[in-house]
């Protein structure tokens, strides 16, 4: 059993992910999802309409949905903390205000971490998450 290990239900060791490097990666989403977002407030609409909406998917609730998943059902085991949490949950939900915003929806997004894994881990796909999540139709 390596340092930072854990033992689960099977005394099998599951590998844990360093706290700093957990940290960093919820700080870094934050902050990227702070900044997607005031970027789309200051646009115009025309300006909003011509940006690519599943970027804020692909490159930002993606991201953010699949560390939970790595977390909860990975090959490791995040403790996050309730701060931690709040933080990834929020970053997740401002790619999804801006997603919805780029389709002329304005959204107060208040999604869980959960159901947006759960339609992950069911769909396969980010995008199909972020437009059942926002009721914001696909293209076409």
């Known amino acids: 059993m390596a340092d930072g290990d854990e033992l ?3 005394n099998e060791s599951t590998p844990m992910i360093d ?4 940290e960093a990666r919820i700080a870094d989403l934050e902050r990227r999802s702070v900044r997607d977002r005031a970027a789309v407030e200051r646009l115009t ?3 909003v309409w011509s940006l690519d909406p599943h970027h804020y998917l692909r490159d930002g609730a993606g991201p953010a949905v ?3 998943v790595e977390g909860r059902t990975g090959g490791r085991l995040y403790e996050f903390s309730p701060d931690q949490f709040a933080r ?7 790619w999804l205000e801006c997603f919805a915003r780029c389709h002329g929806v ?8 959960r159901e947006a894994a ?6 396969r796909n980010i995008h199909d998450v972020g437009e059942l999540l926002t009721g914001v139709p696909p293209d076409g």
């Open 8 to 10: 689960d239900a099977n």
């Open 66 to 68: 699949w560390l939970y």
């Open 118 to 123: 759960e339609l992950l881990l069911e769909t």
């Open 45 to 47: 609409t025309e300006e």
């Open 88 to 94: 990834l949950e929020r970053a997740m939900n401002r």
């Open 19 to 22: 706290r700093e490097a957990l």
């Open 106 to 113: 304005d959204l107060e997004a208040e999604f869980t971490l």
